[in-house]
């Protein structure tokens, strides 16, 4: 878009004073003067473009309540910025800011505040004044450590830390008490502090790709937790309070170092979604018949040789993953999970399959290429027919 074309859009959207306007992904460079005309804008979305800085008069547009800056070459804000007193939502993602001014305090009114992916080190102790803000997204900045003020945002519900060259989490975190979504990817964690306990709000805990050689027992006081990411960890087991966490409605472990599991995990009876590929998992307890809402269950990649008989007992299931194990056997208690749509059998040591497979009505997917049969599985659901 072209200033000739970007000013006919600014002078009409006053004329007709506009509360909503997108100038998103139109590659501009800079911004005219006259964007301080729209003063009864309350949305302005300028993301995707490649702006290196704005006009002082952004600061004219005091009816804002959601102004978009992400993906743009931003390297700072001018001082007239923060006079948008009015802002709950504002976007910065994707940008070049390597700090940002203490008057970030005036934005007193802000509930989301998006900073990821920019070259931040830390943030003004100023910010405590932020009262209201409830999401922080801090994601893919060199901060080394967590900014000390986060620790004040006591009505934080979402904070986003993945990719911040972390080494430590301080206990103080326990103070967000109403964090409901936190996320700790991608950083050079090797522990996690006893208090992370105390954030009993916590619906969504996201450790992927942190090497985390085990969690502490404090973690089964997360008992609102419904998704639990731990893949591409260094886990080596599971504490037993794992079992405490009975609303988990999806746990990922793939990728570790998981030679067992405990046979607490039976008692996570509301979750639907298990990973565990990737590991050297050698037998499943036969408590995992407990986990009676699983729909999903992804084993491909361990070195199992058999299923217990209480898979059967798992009536809700609807995938399994088995692949790339050395199985010899399958129980009959597989005939048991009549909801079955996909089973994947492909590179294990079968020579044979349970008569019982043939009851599998729903069955779509079969995979059992690679395997040493000895006779033709289409006899037993010709059988079963």
């Known amino acids: 878009m072209d200033t000739e074309q970007l000013l006919e859009i600014i002078q009409e959207a006053a004329r007709t004073q506009e509360t909503i306007l997108s100038l998103a992904k139109c590659s501009l460079k800079s911004l ?6 729209l ?9 995707g473009n490649r702006l290196l800085s704005l006009p002082p ?26 006079q948008l007193t009015c802002l709950t939502a504002l976007y910065l993602a ?47 900045n060199p901060l080394g450590t967590v900014p000390p003020v986060i620790f004040q945002l006591s009505r934080l519900t979402e904070l986003y830390l993945n990719d911040t060259d972390l080494n430590v989490l301080p ?113 499943l307890p036969p408590e995992i018949g407990g986990c009676i809402s699983l729909t999903e269950l992804f084993l491909h990649t361990n070195l199992l040789t058999c299923l217990p008989p209480e898979i059967g007992q798992l009536k809700n299931l609807t995938r399994i993953s088995l692949r790339d194990n050395p199985v010899t056997s399958l129980p009959p208690e597989i005939g048991e999970l009549t909801g079955l749509e996909w089973l994947d059998l492909w590179n294990n040591a079968l020579t044979s399959l349970p008569s019982e497979i043939g009851q599998l009505s729903n069955l779509t997917h079969l995979d059992i290429s690679h395997n040493p049969l000895t006779s033709s599985p289409s006899l037993i659901f010709r059988t079963a027919s």
């Open 39 to 47: 003063t009864h804008l309350t949305e302005l979305d300028l993301h």
């Open 94 to 140: 994707d940008n070049r800011l390597r700090s940002l001014p203490a008057n970030i305090a005036g934005l007193v009114n802000l509930t989301t505040l998006s900073l990821h992916t920019n070259n931040l080190t830390t943030l003004p102790s100023e910010m405590v004044q932020l009262s209201q803000l409830s999401r922080l997204s801090l994601g893919n």
């Open 171 to 283: 206990p103080e975190i326990s103070k967000l008490t109403q964090l409901m979504e936190l996320s700790l990817e991608d950083n050079p964690l090797t522990s996690l502090p006893s208090e992370i306990g105390q954030l009993t709000n916590l619906v969504e805990l996201l450790l992927d790709s942190v090497p985390l050689a085990s969690l502490p027992p404090e973690i089964g006081q997360l008992q609102s937790l419904t998704n639990l990411n731990l893949r591409n960890c260094l886990m080596t087991s599971l504490p037993p309070e794992i079992g405490q966490l009975t609303q988990l409605t999806s746990m990922d472990l793939c990728n570790n170092r998981l030679d067992f599991l405990p046979s607490e995990i039976g008692r996570l009876t509301h979750l639907t979604q298990l990973s565990l590929y990737n590991n050297p998992l050698t037998s």
């Open 32 to 37: 005219p003067p006259e964007i301080g005309l």
């Open 57 to 82: 008069e952004i600061g004219q547009l005091t009816c804002l309540t959601t102004l978009s800056l992400a993906g743009n070459a931003l390297t700072a804000l001018p001082p007239e910025f923060f």
